[in-house]
Nanobody, 123 residues
Framework: VQLQASGGGLVQAGGSLRLSCAAS????????MGWFRQAPGKEREFVAA????????RYADSVKGRCTISRDNAKNTVYLQMNSLKPEDTAVYYC?????????????????WGQGTQVTVSS
């Protein structure tokens, strides 16, 4: 599966962004999907994940209550709605997919990665 992330940009602290990740292929609805981010000089970290049906989600503590992951299997797309953004949310955001049923929080749980989209939050 190929993944294309979009929706990043420059936003002021307290603002919102919605990231999208479009997937190719006919089996999108069998994949669990995740969002990760990587800030300069830091390791890639988990943000949110969702199972194939959307019934199960997981979030990093740092974004819980501010971010919502969702998916539209008819459109082969997963979303990350981010609200109340903070400067520390600045990073390149990556979407990832795995054919497993587990809603993983580790990058090692995912087989496929998109190219990333930059999110910059100014103070």
């Amino acid at each position: 599966v190929q993944l294309q992330a979009s929706g990043g940009g420059l936003v002021q602290a307290g603002g919102s962004l919605r990231l999208s990740c479009a997937a190719s292929g006919r089996t999108f609805d069998t994949y669990s999907m995740g969002w990760f981010r990587q800030a300069p000089g830091k390791e890639r970290e988990f943000v949110a994940a969702i199972n194939w049906s959307g019934a199960s989600t997981r979030y990093a503590d740092s974004v819980k209550g501010r971010c919502t992951i969702s998916r539209d299997n008819a459109k082969n797309t997963v979303y990350l709605q981010m609200n109340s953004l903070k400067p520390e949310d600045t990073a390149v955001y990556y979407c990832a997919a795995t054919s497993g049923v587990r809603v993983g929080t580790s990058a090692y749980d995912y087989n496929y990665w998109g190219q990333g989209t930059q999110v910059t939050v100014s103070s």
